[in-house]
Nanobody
Framework: QVQLVESGGGLVQAGGSLRLSCTAS????????MGWFRQAPGKEREFVAA????????SYADSVKGRFTISRDSAKNAVYLQMNSLKPEDTAVYYC?????WGQGTQVTVSS
């Protein structure tokens, strides 16, 4: 079993920045791909970003490319999401994923 705990969410004005963190504990596997997803009210959960276990390969949703950066510290079993130039449409609950496990989510609210 793996436990994923997100932190760093909050309320920010449009154009601002936030940095989300996700720490894994339990039966962790540093070689897993880890990712971030988000779910806005009334919408399906959607992919945001992912990073390979080496940290070399990353992928992003088109909607966040150039604004968000995913990184990881495998020694700490942690993954991060630096979010810049935030927009109101980025408002959602953000979830950390290390398949098949999910965190509980952290709320990000961007005001206009």
């Amino acid at each position: 079993q793996v436990q994923l705990v997100e932190s760093g969410g909050g309320l920010v004005q449009a154009g601002g920045s936030l940095r989300l963190s996700c720490t894994a504990s339990g039966r962790t596997f540093s070689w897993n791909t880890m990712g971030w997803f988000r779910q806005a009210p009334g919408k399906e959960r959607e992919f945001v970003a992912a990073i390979s276990w080496t940290g070399v390969t990353t992928s992003y949703a088109d909607s966040v490319k150039g604004r968000f950066t995913i990184s990881r510290d495998s020694a700490k079993n942690a993954v991060y999401l630096q979010m810049n130039s935030l927009k109101p449409e980025d408002t959602a609950v953000y979830y950390c994923n290390s398949s098949p496990f999910w965190g509980q989510g952290t709320q990000v609210t961007v005001s206009s």
